[in-house]
Structure formats: structure tokens, C-alpha cells
């Protein structure tokens, strides 16, 4: 069974349970979504911003936190979104360059670093964003880009995903604070309703001799650590 949707592509998303329901679920409110990885938190989000599109209009915003995952998280939109342009925007490309992609563009994809200098320079504002997705979400704490970015924010609905939130309730409250996030969804590998997309994972240990170098780099930190270590004892 395939996710029946009039902005994604016809049978390319398969129908998950727990993805439906946590989808309803953040587009009720800002939501830090913690999901194992594995488990489609990028597939939640594109259910999210179909909808969040064919509702409300206006301008989506996917933020992630390299290079990389932009081009990965925008290639995966683009192959399952449909009658919506898809952009990116990184540092590798100029203020005007990411203005007009900005422009052109109902989905823009771009690492957080690009987003909040462009807003601070003027080039655009976040007036027209109807939802902000905010992957690897735990970054968002001191000044990193993240928090500057929803900073800006005044009306969109904000998702934050991520596997990790923070070892403590203290540090999952900053998160959710620094993006303006009011509800909390999680979800366990054991949980009923995702138990049964788990898979085994099977895992190889390869050892690997280290480069003769690493040893005159240990040798060199033990020397160094030695002192403090001789007071210790």
C-alpha cells in the first residue's frame, strides 16, 4: 500500500502506520519529532510539507546541517514531490545566486549557515514560509545557525527531527525552546506500532592496522599526559 497524496508521486511511498500518525501528529502543532535512524524521519517530513503546500501554500524550508545531506534531502524531494519546484542553497553558491533560487523555487533545501547570513544581509525574509524542517535538530543550542534561523520565524509551523535529542530533559527543553517547538513525538525501536518495520542489522568488524604515524602520535600524548597522570597516582 502506497501513500496516496496529489503532491507526492503516485506509488513511490510506501504506507507506514506509525509515519501517517506522526505526520497528523506535527502538522498540528511545532513538533520535535525523535525518531530512531532508519525509521523515515525524512519520509515523515515530506508528508508533512506535501500537506503543509496543498493547505497553506506559501514556501517550504528544509535545513540540514552539511553540504551533503542538502543535495541528498533535495534529491530525495525532488523524486517524490510533485507539481513543486525544488532548490538548494549552500555556501558554495553567492547571495544572488541563492536569492534567486529562493525566488524560483516552492521547496528550497539549505544548509542553516547560508539561510540565517542571507536573512541578516536582507536578501529575504521568512514572511512567505509556511514550514521550517529543521533536520539533526539537536545542533540547535548556543548560537548555532539553527537558533538564528528561528529566530526569524514568526509564523511557520517548525518540525525538528532528529535521533539523539540530548542526554538530558534540560537540553532537549533548550532545543525545543531555541526553535519554538511546543509538542514532543518519540518513538522506540520496540515501540508496537514501529516493531514491525525493525530489521536485523547485520554488522562486520574489519580491523584495521593503524598507520605508523597514529603510534608516534600516541606516544607523543602519553608523554604528555604523563605528568598529570604521575600526580593522579
Given at each position: 500500500?502506497?501513500?496516496?497524496?496529489?503532491?507526492?508521486?503516485?506509488?513511490?511511498?510506501?504506507?507506514?502506520?506509525?509515519?501517517?500518525?506522526?505526520?497528523?501528529?506535527?502538522?498540528?502543532?511545532?513538533?520535535?519529532?525523535?525518531?530512531?535512524?532508519?525509521?523515515?524521519?525524512?519520509?515523515?517530513?515530506?508528508?508533512?510539507?506535501?500537506?503543509?503546500?496543498?493547505?497553506?501554500?506559501?514556501?517550504?524550508?528544509?535545513?540540514?546541517?552539511?553540504?551533503?545531506?542538502?543535495?541528498?534531502?533535495?534529491?530525495?524531494?525532488?523524486?517524490?514531490?510533485?507539481?513543486?519546484?525544488?532548490?538548494?542553497?549552500?555556501?558554495?553558491?553567492?547571495?544572488?545566486?541563492?536569492?534567486?533560487?529562493?525566488?524560483?523555487?516552492?521547496?528550497?533545501?539549505?544548509?542553516?549557515?547560508?539561510?540565517?547570513?542571507?536573512?541578516g544581509?536582507?536578501?529575504?525574509?521568512?514572511?512567505?514560509?509556511?514550514?521550517?524542517?529543521?533536520d539533526?535538530?539537536?545542533?540547535?543550542?548556543?548560537?548555532?545557525?539553527y537558533?538564528?534561523?528561528?529566530?526569524?520565524?514568526r509564523?511557520?509551523?517548525?518540525?525538528?527531527m532528529?535521533?539523539?535529542?540530548?542526554?538530558?530533559r534540560?537540553?532537549?527543553?533548550?532545543?525545543?525552546?531555541?526553535?519554538?517547538?511546543?509538542?514532543?513525538?518519540?518513538?522506540?525501536?520496540?515501540?508496537?506500532?514501529?516493531?514491525?518495520?525493525?530489521?536485523?542489522?547485520?554488522?562486520?568488524?574489519?580491523?584495521v592496522?593503524?598507520?605508523?604515524?597514529?603510534?608516534e602520535?600516541q606516544?607523543?600524548?602519553?608523554?604528555?599526559q604523563?605528568?598529570?597522570?604521575?600526580?593522579?597516582?
Open positions: 500500500m502506497y501513500v496516496d497524496h496529489a503532491l507526492i508521486r503516485p506509488r513511490s511511498v510506501m504506507e507506514r502506520g506509525y509515519q501517517s500518525a506522526l505526520a497528523q501528529s506535527c502538522l498540528k502543532a511545532s513538533t520535535l519529532l525523535v525518531l530512531p535512524t532508519g525509521l523515515g524521519k525524512t519520509v515523515i517530513a515530506l508528508r508533512v510539507a506535501a500537506e503543509v503546500l496543498r493547505s497553506r501554500g506559501g514556501k517550504v524550508l528544509f535545513l540540514a546541517p552539511t553540504r551533503p545531506l542538502v543535495v541528498q534531502t533535495a534529491d530525495y524531494l525532488s523524486e517524490h514531490l510533485v507539481d513543486r519546484s525544488v532548490g538548494i542553497m549552500t555556501g558554495t553558491s553567492t547571495p544572488s545566486e541563492r536569492r534567486g533560487s529562493w525566488e524560483r523555487n516552492d521547496v528550497l533545501v539549505a544548509t542553516p549557515q547560508s539561510v540565517a547570513n542571507d536573512l544581509r536582507g536578501s529575504f525574509d521568512l514572511d512567505g514560509v509556511s514550514l521550517i524542517v529543521y539533526e535538530a539537536h545542533r540547535a543550542v548556543g548560537n548555532y545557525a537558533v538564528r534561523v528561528a529566530r526569524c520565524n509564523s511557520a509551523l517548525s518540525l525538528g532528529t535521533a539523539s535529542p540530548g542526554a538530558t534540560k537540553r532537549i527543553g533548550a532545543v525545543c525552546a531555541n526553535l519554538g517547538l511546543r509538542e514532543l513525538e518519540w518513538r522506540e525501536d520496540d515501540d508496537d506500532d514501529v516493531a514491525p518495520h525493525v530489521h536485523d542489522v547485520d554488522v562486520s568488524i574489519i580491523e592496522a593503524p598507520p605508523e604515524h597514529m603510534h602520535v606516544e607523543l600524548l602519553r608523554r604528555l604523563g605528568p598529570s597522570l604521575d600526580v593522579l597516582v
